[in-house]
């Protein structure tokens, strides 16, 4: 599904053709007059029927600011949108004058030449307000090709009533996480934990738990397959096999999402980005029974990942001035503090945090630390493609197809072809 570092040069000499061409969009405007006019199409890659709604809401905001700009607005499921954008801007044809690139597509897309530089522009205003990792996601070979726009990490999300029936309390380490489970499942019957198998994303904190990482990008060394490695792949099916949690090989999401909605299960592990989703669950019609926790510690350390989701401008884009506007507007403090009221999602600039909409969200407050803990992945343009192989193998883990030892080697052997050169 993804493109790999093969690929990688004759993909960025069609880009720069495809770029230099433009899209066949009519977004053409211009500001000639001092005002900003013309069509900026965004895709907007956010959940459908929660996220969508307030990001389509506060794009709506811009078009009243700009009267003469028409925002035109497409919803991308987050599964379609990587290739999807890469096609078109290969093609010189449909593709968005911004995106919402998530953190790891961003070095990639700009590795590809199919992002604008935004130093110097409207698009990048007041940068020492970013949180530092924040912005580091957004940087590729000392420029800067997208605006940071949510950040955010992993938590244990738990039934605070189904801890209560069987009176135990959030799991601080990974054998807690197993005992919790076992006198919930004596006490409701319920199973502990689900354990999304389809997405390998969810497999990071038990990785970074045993001390482990998918690769160096100082050394250029593989990683995945030492000693932590096979270790985290372990824990993992440990889980499964002893119980302690239930997965899936496939439609991870839906699954997860019901069976804790539906108090079928007492934990998952999820984000900010599905608070606003739990909460219709039947589980959460009382929001106070939702309780978040750090995710269990491993035997090295307490770890999750640091996710988020960057702007990012065209290069091709015909209405260049409007979209830099645009992306300025959407990751303004006044944009990030309406999210972070009205979806509980975590603002990238630091003004922000102090702004009531992010003071009076629980949500906010409680993963603020957790980000600030998170450990970054590589900024790398492979980065997005790492989760491909690791994917297969995790799944396989899971579902009994594969030994953690097995599991780790054929992920290391696959980084090393992406990875041309590296140990």
């Not at 601080?172 to 199973?191: E, N, P, R, W």
Request: with cysteine; glycine share 10%; proline share 4%.
């Amino acid at each position: 599904m993804r493109r790999g570092i093969t690929a990688t040069a004759l993909v960025a000499t069609l880009a720069l053709a495809a770029t230099a061409c433009g899209s066949d969009d009519e977004t053409g405007g211009s500001k000639s007059s001092g005002e900003l006019s013309g069509t900026v199409t965004w895709w907007d890659t956010s959940n459908v029927g929660s996220e969508d709604k307030v990001f389509k809401k506060i794009a709506e905001g811009f078009e009243k600011k700009h009267p003469k700009v028409d925002v035109k607005y497409v919803s991308v499921p987050f599964g379609e949108a990587q290739n999807k954008f890469k096609n078109a801007a290969q093609a010189g044809s449909g593709a968005p004058d911004v995106i919402r690139s998530e953190v790891a597509w961003t070095p990639e897309f700009a590795d590809l030449g199919y992002l604008a530089p935004l130093d110097g522009t409207a698009a990048l205003k007041d940068q020492d307000d970013f949180l530092k990792q924040a912005a580091a996601s957004t940087k590729y070979k000392g420029k800067t090709y997208a605006v940071p726009q949510v950040i955010d990490s992993m938590g244990i999300f738990y039934n605070k009533k189904m801890f209560a029936d069987a009176g135990v309390e959030p799991p601080a380490k990974i054998a807690d996480l197993k005992s919790v489970a076992k006198k919930i499942k004596d006490k409701t019957g319920k199973t502990g934990l689900y354990l999304r198998g389809d997405d390998s994303y969810y497999f990071l904190s038990f990785l970074y738990g045993e001390g482990g990482d998918l690769v160096d990008a100082d050394s250029k060394t593989v990683t995945v397959d030492n000693a932590e490695g096979v270790k985290a792949f372990g824990v993992v099916k440990d889980l499964v096999d002893s119980g302690t949690a239930k997965t899936d090989a496939t439609d991870g999401w839906e699954n997860m999402m019901s069976a804790f909605k539906n108090g079928d299960v007492a934990m998952m592990i999820n984000g900010p980005w599905a608070v606003a989703d739990t909460l219709t669950g039947k589980e959460f019609t009382d929001k106070a029974n939702l309780g978040i926790s750090t995710v269990p510690a491993g035997s090295a350390a307490q770890g999750a990942p640091q996710g988020g989701h960057n702007l990012a401008v065209y290069a091709g884009s015909k209405n260049l001035d409007a979209s830099y506007a645009f992306v300025d507007y959407m990751t303004s403090v006044e944009s990030q503090a309406q999210t972070a009221g009205e979806l509980n999602l975590l603002p990238t600039r630091t003004s922000a945090y102090s702004k009531k909409e992010a003071v009076d969200s629980e949500i906010v407050q409680f993963f603020k630390p957790v980000v600030e803990s998170s450990v970054e992945r590589p900024w790398i343009p492979e980065t997005g493609s790492l989760f491909a192989p690791l994917n297969v193998e995790y799944t396989k883990v899971l579902t009994g197809q594969t030994t953690p030892e097995k599991a780790a080697k054929a992920t290391g052997d696959s980084y090393r072809k992406l990875l041309k050169g590296w140990k």
